[in-house]
């Protein structure tokens, strides 16, 4: 199974990204999708999930401001950023609850991680 990230890159303070990311692989269902961050020096941390039906959970600094939904026709995730902080400036990591064919089992599965900075 992998996951590719993309959308990441530079945006002024207060201004918007979408990132995606998409599972592929011999892929039977995918339970709870969602995107962690990780600072500099800092443990990875929830930034936002949403499970198969669509239920989604967020961080306390992101709430209000980000979105995450996803497409179950794609194996996709997305994650809508508005007013974009400096302090929002990470890697984000796109990840994934994953049973594959011939599995009875869910794994969580990683994307690569993808650079977002905020910075005028």
């Known amino acids: 199974v992998q996951l590719q990230a993309s959308g990441g890159g530079l945006v002024q303070p207060g201004g918007s990204l979408r990132l995606s990311c998409k599972a592929s692989?011999?892929?039977?269902?995918?339970?709870?999708m969602g995107w962690y961050r990780q600072h500099p020096g800092k443990s990875r941390e929830l930034v936002a999930h949403v499970t198969r039906g669509g239920d989604p959970i967020y961080g306390d600094s992101v709430k209000g401001r980000f979105t995450v939904s996803r497409d179950n026709d794609k194996n996709t995730v997305y994650l809508q950023m508005n007013s974009l902080k400096p302090e929002d400036t990470a890697v984000y990591y796109c990840?994934?609850?994953?049973?594959?064919?011939?599995?009875?089992?869910?794994?969580?599965?990683w994307g690569q991680g993808t650079l977002v900075t905020v910075s005028s």
């Open positions: 990840n994934a609850d994953v049973r594959m064919l011939g599995r009875r089992d869910y794994n969580g599965y």
């Open positions: 692989g011999s892929i039977f269902s995918i339970g709870a």
